[in-house]
């Protein structure tokens, strides 16, 4: 016979950090979890491209050959980019180190964040787990255990699959 047992958290909005982001993922159980991050979030973007430089000159009017100055002498192709977000967790205690050795070992994790085009809704985003190493934390020698992650989503800002 197998036990089955749901636990159901009330997560209660402190209102100094704001709403928090929640992650999402397939925990080593298979089952699905969440964590929340409150505290601090940043999030930038990187992107990577490359160049070549052309000839602007023009031979084909007749008399001397004409150099276009409003063109583009170097100009840049394959173009991506990538958001990574990095988020610090808020104050959790020791005994949820496991959790977060969890999350960074999982395959499968989502963010749940605000819809750029509406606020009020909220979309699922699938993320990688970017931070791959992480000191196990204990109230004794960090007094308030808290772990900053970096996630990378996982397509590119810019869809270039045509």
Request: net charge negative; glycine share 4%; with cysteine.
């Amino acid at each position: 016979v197998i036990e089955t047992t749901t636990v159901t958290f009330t997560r209660i909005d402190c209102g100094k950090y704001g709403a928090g982001t929640k992650i999402v993922f397939i925990n080593k159980w298979g089952a699905i979890q969440e964590l929340w991050f409150f505290l601090k979030t940043v999030e930038t973007t990187n992107s990577k491209s490359e160049n070549y430089q052309r000839n602007l000159m023009d031979f084909s009017t007749a008399g001397s050959p004409t150099y276009d100055t409003k063109t583009h002498a170097v100009s840049t192709f394959d173009k991506q980019a990538k958001n990574t977000i990095s988020l610090s967790s808020g104050y959790y205690p020791e005994w949820t180190n496991a959790w977060f050795e969890e999350l960074l070992l999982s395959e499968y994790v989502w963010m749940v964040r605000p819809k750029y085009t509406d606020p009020t809704a909220d979309e699922i985003v699938p993320v990688n787990v970017k931070t791959s190493n992480m000191v196990h934390k204990t109230s004794l020698n960090d007094r308030l255990i808290e772990y900053t992650i970096q996630f990378e989503e996982s397509f590119d800002y810019i869809n270039n699959v045509r």
